[in-house]
């Protein structure tokens, strides 16, 4: 069993609907959690992080962590093509030094 | 802030040579980098783990001869693949982290080995 499942997709939503991506994972020792955006090509985009259990926003993008499911969530509102991308979880029990990355969620916003 | 720029972005070459990619944190002082390689619809795979003036820790499996890695100041880290050949193709991305911060991501290097 891998230490972080992520469902590959792809996910396809019309543009403006509510996108959720998820990530379960199975050591408790988990505190920092992270969703990475990466195109086609490029490097992974640091869009959310936050420590241990709770909510946190950042414009059109919530993170959320429930540690005692061990399930993250990811969610973006009013879904634009242009949040096309891969969406990758990762996290840390010790900071943000040795990450373990989730396989990556393909979402496909079509206009 | 938090750039990391990776250069160069793409590379082709033929079997046997060796290639050197460069990972520089542009805004700020990486207290350590970390190489990781990417195959087609797979996650990261982190390769070592650099930390500046000190040798770099491999990852069980990373071959440290055949990926060498040298981490000379707080702002630049480079990848060597020595004597590549077609297997070690691949998208190869470094990230670079301060302090208590998350780690920021090159846009990485393709590469090729004909």
């Known amino acids: 069993q891998k230490e972080v499942e992520q469902d590959p997709g792809p996910l396809s939503v019309p543009e403006g609907a509510i996108v959720s991506l998820n990530c379960t994972y199975s050591?408790?020792?988990?505190?920092?959690f992270m969703w990475y955006r990466q195109y086609s090509r490029k490097g992974p985009e640091l869009l959310m992080y936050?420590?241990?259990?709770g909510n946190k926003e950042d414009g059109r993008f919530t993170a959320q962590v429930d540690k005692s499911s061990k399930y993250i969530s990811l969610f973006i509102r009013d879904s634009q093509p242009s949040d096309s991308a891969t969406y990758l979880c990762?996290?840390?029990?010790?900071?943000?030094?040795?990450?373990?990355f989730g396989t990556g969620t393909r979402l496909l916003v079509s206009p | 802030g938090a750039v990391v720029s990776q250069h160069p972005s793409r590379v082709i070459c033929k079997s046997g040579t060796s290639v050197k990619i460069e990972c520089r944190s542009l805004?700020?002082?990486?207290?350590?980098m970390f190489w990781y390689r990417q195959f087609p619809k797979q996650s990261l795979m982190l390769m070592a783990t650099?930390?500046?003036?000190?040798?770099?820790?491999?990852e069980q499996g990373v071959e440290k001869d055949k990926f060498l890695i040298n981490h000379a100041s707080l702002t630049l880290s480079t990848l060597t693949v020595t004597s590549a050949h077609p297997e070690d193709s691949s998208f190869y991305i470094c990230?670079?982290?301060?302090?208590?911060?998350?780690?920021?991501f090159g846009d990485g290097t393709r590469l090729s080995i004909l």
């Open positions: 990230s670079a982290v301060s302090s208590n911060q998350p780690q920021h």
């Open positions: 050591n408790s020792a988990f505190q920092y």
């Open positions: 936050t420590y241990s259990s």
């Open positions: 990762a996290m840390s029990a010790t900071g943000f030094q040795k990450l373990v």
């Open positions: 805004d700020f002082q990486a207290t350590t």
């Open positions: 650099s930390n500046e003036g000190s040798k770099a820790t491999y």
